[in-house]
């Protein structure tokens, strides 16, 4: 798995690997453009709203709702990921921080209309990933939506499926979603919505119940 260095290092390609991996529909970015889209338009249904984004990287999404009047915080633990998004977004409030000590007090206090996360969650663990997005009640509105697209499948098959076609590139350090697996560790609070989008991607919406 990537460590804040190894993200540093990356920053300067990263929006280049990705569309190789787009553009030719392989693992782990099958879909990335129109995962983005899906959040993107769904954030867009509200006017100048206020939106968290969690590892933000390079700020491909972030940028474009910020071009459009909506209020951007950022978390991201990279420095250099940082540097390109703020030099897109002068005015969003940017902080340099690793999600696996949870949220910065700088964004305590906040709320938000929408927290977005794309690509991220997968390098935190099943538990701590369920954990981390119930800390982020305290900080969404009471309407407010968590729209989280990622590498993710329906089921666990569909998962063993995508591992056995792509072995030799697999990143075991990685912990993917499973859209079965989050709706029942999250039912009780709150309400789940996936949609498939690649045969390795897909985008939850999260509300509160
Ligand atoms: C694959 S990139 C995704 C970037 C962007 N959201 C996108 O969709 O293109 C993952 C991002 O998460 C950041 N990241 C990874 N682990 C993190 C952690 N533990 N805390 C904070 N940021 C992290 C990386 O620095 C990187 O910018």
């Excluded at 569909?158 to 697996?181: G, T």
Aim: glycine share 6%; aromatic share 12%; hydrophobic share 35%.
């Amino acid at each position: 798995m990537l460590n804040k260095q190894g993200f540093d290092l990356w920053a300067n390609d990263y929006d280049k690997t990705v569309q190789i991996s787009e553009e030719n529909n392989a693992y782990p970015f099958a879909g990335y453009k129109e995962i983005l889209n899906t959040i993107y338009n769904e954030v867009m249904s509200q006017k100048e709203s206020k939106v968290l984004d969690i590892g933000l990287g390079t700020g491909v999404l972030a940028s474009k709702l910020y071009d459009h009047g909506h209020q951007i915080d950022g978390i991201d633990f990279s420095s250099k990921m940082i540097e390109i998004a703020k030099g897109k977004m002068p005015d969003a409030n940017l902080v340099e921080w690793d999600i696996s000590n949870g949220l910065p007090s700088e964004v305590m206090g906040n709320k938000y209309d929408f927290i977005i996360s794309t690509y991220t969650l997968h390098h935190l663990s099943y538990q701590d990933k369920v954990s981390f997005i119930k800390q982020l009640e305290s900080i969404l509105k009471e309407n407010g939506k968590v729209l989280i697209g990622d590498i993710s499948f329906e089921t666990h098959a569909a998962l063993d499926s995508c591992y056995e076609d792509n072995k030799d590139y697999w990143d075991e350090d990685e912990y993917y979603f499973v859209y079965e697996e989050l709706a029942l560790s999250l039912e009780a609070d709150y309400n789940v919505v996936y949609k498939q989008i690649s045969h390795c991607g897909g985008v939850f919406i999260i509300t509160n119940k």
